[in-house]
């Protein structure tokens, strides 16, 4: 991830945003759980992948992260 890239994940913060930050690496069993957790509570989830060799980067994906 370059530095513009992760910047552009900050562009439409305001005061009513609740953003969850998460770093993962290899979490395809408790990756899904964590999102629909976070859910709950925050209006934006950023995934920060950590060189994952599993399924976590396409289950975000297709929860919607």
Known sequence: VTIST???????????TCLILMKKKNEEKNIEA???SSKQ????????????TDNT??????MGI
């Open 6 to 16: 992760f910047e552009k994940c900050f562009e439409k913060i305001d005061a009513d």
């Open 34 to 36: 964590s999102i629909e």
């Open 41 to 52: 509570i925050a209006n934006r989830i950023i995934i920060v992948d950590s060189g994952s």
């Open 57 to 62: 980067i396409d289950i975000a994906k297709r």
